[in-house]
């Protein structure tokens, strides 16, 4: 897999800054991915693949924003770059291993997940960081106030490991419970989140955890669902290329109808090639493509027009003018504009 390469400029889209603005500077991320996996008989969860990337790349991909990402677990190949840390004695249970994982941040904000969720996507996380950035900033002080953001599932059950909190909190009754029990080993994370002043966010989709073949089942079959599959594949393309660029698929799709309806099929995938490769070579970015995208529509529309019409691209006035770019199909396929997408094969 290649080697991802996390953004470094200013006001990328993939992070959040302290203020909940956009940076990297605002919050850690710990995800627990060393459980036993009982229910799967002991299969190596967070190696599992849906839409062919495995469950713990996925959540990595959703708190790439994150300043430090520590993973609690054995280390392993990931698609972005980690901390790896692991708790004491292995094996102890998820307040040992939050613990272990708290150990490596430094951040006033924490997202802690589980390595199990294959929905969770960057803007839930954007949620759950604007909700208890935002609780502080109705206080007077960050000593008052929620100190965590939780999901719930669609029963409405809290959902602790896919949540943000205040890390003083988490260290204030980590300590707590260490004093109390002597170690941490073995206690629930309810004897955590129960002392906690927190606040709830529903989320259906994103807190779906996979702890059976079924729920892996189910995960793999909604991707491919219409509606999903297109922007799973692209998700999953750009993790495996290293490739951490929001562009406007709608612009790209259109762009390939036009091409492979005015031209020839075959146009419409070498088309976005170009376009993509001419993007590169002005510097990248969402405006690059977006431009060559522009410039390939416009030069695809032309082309239409003149197949409709009969006329040589520089007929004079004498001659009948071609019908409007942006009115034209070809002969014998006149579709409406917004509702075709050329077919894969």
């Known amino acids: 897999m290649t080697a991802f390469e996390p953004p470094s400029a200013p006001g990328s889209s993939d992070a959040f800054g302290s203020s909940g603005a956009l940076g990297t500077d605002g919050h850690d991320a710990v995800v627990l991915a060393g459980g036993a996996a009982r229910r799967l008989g002991g299969a190596d969860k967070p190696g599992v693949r849906v839409g062919g990337r495995a469950l713990l790349d996925r959540v990595l991909a959703a708190c790439s924003g994150a ?54 996507d960057r803007e839930t996380v954007r949620r759950l960081l604007t909700a208890l950035r935002g609780s502080h900033d109705s206080h007077d002080s960050h000593e008052s106030g929620v100190e965590g953001v939780l999901l719930t599932d669609p029963d409405g059950r809290d959902q602790p490991l896919v949540a943000a909190y205040r890390r003083s909190a988490l260290l204030r009754e980590l300590a707590a419970l ?95 090639f170009l376009v993509g490769y001419a993007a590169g070579r002005a ?49 014998g396929d006149v579709r409406p504009a917004g509702d075709v997408r050329p077919d894969a094969g």
């Open 67 to 120: 300043a430090v990402t520590v993973v609690v677990a054995e280390p392993r190949p990931t698609a972005r770059p980690v901390e790896w840390a692991r708790e004491d004695p292995p094996g102890g249970g998820p307040l040992a291993a939050l613990d272990a994982g708290l150990r490596h941040t430094t951040a006033e904000y924490v997202v802690v997940l589980s390595a199990d969720l294959p929905f969770l």
């Open 178 to 272: 260490r004093a109390a029990h002597g170690e941490l080993a073995g206690l629930p994370l309810r004897r955590l989140t129960g002392a906690l002043e927190l606040t709830r966010i529903t989320d259906p989709v994103a807190s779906f955890d996979c702890d059976t073949w079924d729920d892996i089942a189910a995960a793999r079959a909604r991707i491919r669902e219409h509606g999903h599959v297109l922007d799973e594949w692209i998700t999953a393309a750009k993790d495996e290329l290293g490739i951490d660029l929001e562009v406007d698929t709608g612009l790209l799709l259109d762009l390939a109808r036009d091409a492979a309806h005015g031209v020839a099929r075959p146009a419409a995938p070498l088309t976005t």
């Open 283 to 331: 510097g990248g970015g969402p405006e690059a493509v977006a431009e060559a995208a522009r410039k390939a529509t416009a030069l695809a529309l032309r082309w239409a027009a003149e197949a409709q019409s009969g006329a040589p691209a520089d007929a004079g006035a004498s001659e009948t003018p071609a019908r409007p770019a942006g009115d034209v199909r070809p002969a």
